[in-house]
């Protein structure tokens, strides 16, 4: 009697376990659902039933609860034969080895766009666990873009525009696309901190670095290198799109002093290096070719301001002093430097 007793309360204690459990894998956060192989010729795995599913994991499916069980997976878009997920499960079920892995998920299918898959054998079967890790990955995208933007302009900070740089040129050497790089920097900077103050400074960098912005396609990268520097990135740029760019940078930089949210006039210098497709060379080569052009185009820049100088100061005719001025307006449009 006593041994009928002990087994009594065996079997009671397991079954409150079982409640216990069961309990828990209901009302989990997690998705849970138990897959059974489908098996076709040869005793390939063709397919899995799922002989039991959670709450959680009913609604990630955008199903009600109950409506999972006796499904194959084939109905299921994101465990259907043929997806990458699908194959992993088989390997899982056939080698007996656990797997895990994030994955994108399409919202049509499933209420989440990002999903953490964990599946492992029992018994015949295999048991998956379906996190929803959406808010974690938005979390580290916002994480990631912030420590790759500027906080005062908005635009790529340093670290940010070599990154994606290296990896645009990466992407264009195996398109076979050509590529512009564009060094900038402001005028008479430290001037306009000392007469305005580091605010209007400040602000002047921000208006700037939107004008660039403005200037340029959505797809090219725009970075502040630190201080009054900036560099434009621009993949796949066909025609004289470096004039295309020069152009609408000044017409930008215009408009800017025109509205006269600034208390004085800014301006640039812009120099670039041009990056055939059949001659990519390296994002530190492109660097130095634009930040040569720049200096060449800076020092040519003030010779033809001291040349208009001395015009202005002599008693020559007007006309030497349009010439005078077209240099100098050509100076800011025209040239370029070639990485071969």
């Known amino acids: 009697r006593s ?7 065996a079997l009671q204690t397991l079954r409150t376990r079982e409640r216990r459990l069961r309990l828990a894998v209901r009302d989990s956060e997690d998705g849970i659902v138990h897959l059974e192989p489908v098996r076709g010729a040869g005793g390939r795995i063709v397919d899995f039933l799922v002989s039991d599913a959670n709450v959680r994991a009913a609604a990630l499916f955008r199903r009600a609860a109950g409506e999972m069980e006796g499904r194959l997976a084939s109905s299921l878009a994101s465990l259907a034969s043929g997806t990458e997920l699908f194959s992993a499960l088989v390997r899982t079920a056939e080698e007996g080895t656990a797997y895990r892995a994030e994955m994108r998920a399409h919202p049509r299918f499933v209420a989440t766009s990002w999903l953490q898959v964990r599946a492992v054998p029992v018994d015949s079967g295999l048991s998956v666990s379906l996190t929803d890790i959406r808010d974690r990955k938005r979390e580290a995208a916002r994480l990631r873009r912030a420590s790759l933007t500027d906080g005062l302009t908005g635009v790529l900070n340093r670290r940010g525009f070599l990154t994606l740089a290296d990896e645009r040129l990466l992407a264009a050497r195996e398109a076979n696309q050509t590529a ?23 602000a002047a960098l921000t208006h700037i670095a939107r004008a660039l912005r403005s200037a340029v396609r959505e797809t090219d990268l ?28 000044a017409e930008r930089l215009d408009a800017l002093n025109e509205s006269g949210v ?28 634009a930040d040569r052009d720049l200096l060449d185009r800076k020092h040519i820049a003030r010779s033809a301001r001291r040349a208009m100088d001395a015009i202005t100061q002599s008693t020559r005719p007007p006309r030497v002093r349009r010439n005078a001025e077209r240099v100098i307006a050509a100076t800011r449009l025209t040239g370029a430097v070639t990485a071969a």
């Open 3 to 9: 041994r009928a007793l002990r087994q009594e309360r």
């Open 180 to 202: 512009l790089l564009f060094y900038l920097d402001c005028d008479a900077f430290k001037q306009i901190n000392e007469v305005h103050g580091h605010q209007t400074g400040d």
């Open 222 to 249: 725009v970075g502040r290198m630190g201080g009054d520097e900036f560099t434009i990135l621009a993949v796949d740029a066909i025609g004289d799109c470096a004039h295309t760019i020069r152009t609408r940078i």
């Open 262 to 289: 600034l208390p004085c006039a800014v301006s640039i210098s812009v120099g670039h290096a041009f990056a055939p497709c059949d001659a990519q060379p390296e994002l530190s080569q492109l660097l130095e070719l």
